[in-house]
């Protein structure tokens, strides 16, 4: 096996397993158990993760799988975040990974549904955006409980709540979330396109899962 040596080399390489990441998450996702209403979101994200290991060693995959990895260098200005899903290639650097952040949405709550697509915005994509997570990187991942299983509803809120904020997330009018070059036939995935300053350019992947 080749080994590759510098970072730029090593970037490209988690670049390149991004497609495999999202299939490997599409069919892990269709394996999970029924889960009810109340459930929060970090029982679910463990048993993805079971899951997303599962078949991984099945499929031999190239990385490693970490759930509430802690990043240790996040952007100066910047707290310490965990991030829900980290899969990382097999080099020695702790900051080449592709994150996976896990967002509950259209949750029923009583007699109506709370969409927490602002959340979805301000304490997930913004995280990528701040560079707390995946500063080294080009590519990460969001990923969409929809727990009333209206995709089309979900991702309408996502798009409403990602419109209200198009300069802190680096994004120009008017904010698509445009189809995924990767997975151009699964309507359950979207693309952004984001400016981070010094950072470089940055492209996130949702991919919203009905519950």
């Not at 994150?99 to 709370?114: A, F, N, Q």
């Not at 995709?151 to 409403?160: C, D, E, H, L």
């Not at 189809?179 to 470089?200: A, F, M, Q, V």
Request: glycine fraction near 8%; hydrophobic fraction near 40%.
């Amino acid at each position: 096996m080749k080994t590759i040596g510098v970072p730029n080399e090593w970037i490209d390489l988690i670049d390149s397993m991004v497609p495999d990441i999202l299939e490997l998450i599409v069919a892990s996702w269709v394996l999970m158990p029924t889960i009810v209403p109340d459930t929060r979101e970090d029982p679910i994200t463990e048993e993805l993760c079971r899951l997303l290991r599962a078949n991984r060693s099945s499929g031999d995959l190239p990385f490693r799988i970490d759930i509430q990895m802690v990043e240790l260098d996040p952007t100066p200005g910047e707290t310490q975040g965990r991030l829900d899903i980290a899969f990382s290639p097999m080099v020695p650097r702790e900051d080449i990974y592709f994150c996976l952040e896990c967002k509950r949405l259209s949750v029923p709550d009583g007699t109506t549904t709370r969409s927490f697509a602002t959340e979805y915005v301000t304490h997930g994509m913004m995280r990528f955006i701040r560079g707390k997570y995946g500063k080294r990187v080009k590519h990460g991942g969001m990923l969409g409980y929809v727990f009333d299983g209206n995709v089309t509803s979900a991702f309408a809120a996502i798009a409403a709540a990602i419109r209200a904020r198009l300069s802190d997330l680096g994004m120009d009018a008017p904010g698509e979330m445009k189809k995924s070059s990767i997975r151009p036939h699964d309507s359950n995935c979207r693309e952004t396109y984001h400016k981070r300053g010094e950072l470089g350019p940055f492209i996130i992947h949702h991919q919203v899962v009905p519950v």
